[in-house]
């Protein structure tokens, strides 16, 4: 069964570094979005992608964040300048149409730990 | 006051018995989705239910939605040890928009 893939499971980084997470989207899914669930609190929308550009974006996604689809499998969630905040379990889905009419399919998240 | 909050924050049945979980919003809907995270994994899509419906059944699952009241709920009937898991449900709310927005969860533990 087509599933989402992300990398990397866990990443460590220090306060200040840049960071890229990675996901590989179901290969027939055309938007694209990233969640992010921090530890024992809501999943919050960051940012959803359609088209090769970004078509919503939550007050979370600011400055230090940006999205790409460099090749035609790889989605990826850049942060500039990571904060102690940013330490969450950060998902990966993907649609084959716009979700309000469908189901998003989600990856198994990237857990970041700031120090 | 947030969208999409369900209630009881955590439950705990025997298995085989039926467990219920609801969820209130605040917003006018386009639909309103149930998920399923198994814990420290990724969320697994359950049932989607639009705006125009008021029931529908996915094999042990059943969810309701009532728009007048903005709430929904969702039952799984025969629990089983593996339905054990957080439970969130997840609304669309205008439009065009592509945002999800999900509630704190319940957190079903199934006794065997």
């Known amino acids: 069964e087509p599933e989402v893939t992300q990398t990397p499971s866990h990443q460590v980084t220090q306060m200040g570094q840049e960071v890229i997470l990675r996901c590989v989207p179901i290969?027939?899914?055309?938007?694209f979005y990233w969640y992010r669930q921090i530890l024992g609190q809501k999943v919050e929308f960051l940012v959803s992608f359609y088209n090769n550009e970004i078509s919503e974006k939550s007050e979370i996604f600011d400055d230090q964040f940006s999205v790409e689809r460099p090749d035609g499998s790889n989605f990826t969630l850049k942060i500039r300048s990571t904060k102690l905040e940013d330490s969450a379990m950060y998902f990966c889905?993907?649609?084959?149409?716009?979700?309000?009419?469908?189901?998003?399919?989600f990856g198994e998240g990237s857990r970041l730990t700031v120090l | 006051s947030q969208q999409g909050e369900e209630d009881p924050q955590a439950l705990s049945i025997q298995e085989g018995e039926n467990a219920t979980m609801n969820c209130s919003y605040k917003?006018?809907?386009?639909?309103l989705q149930w998920y399923r995270q198994n814990s420290g994994r990724g969320l697994v899509h359950l049932i989607l239910?639009?705006?125009?419906?008021r029931e529908k059944h996915s094999g042990r699952l059943r969810v309701t939605l009532d728009t007048s009241k903005k709430s929904s709920s969702l039952l799984i009937t025969a629990s089983r040890a593996a339905d054990t898991a957080s439970y969130f449900c997840?609304?669309?709310?205008?439009?065009?928009?592509?945002?999800?927005?999900f509630g704190k969860g319940t957190k079903l533990s199934v006794i065997p």
């Open positions: 290969s027939n899914h055309l938007y």
């Open positions: 917003t006018s809907i386009n639909n």
């Open positions: 239910i639009r705006s125009n419906e």
């Open positions: 889905a993907s649609s084959g149409w716009a979700t309000n009419t469908g189901e998003l399919f």
């Open positions: 997840a609304t669309i709310s205008g439009a065009g928009s592509y945002q999800l927005t």
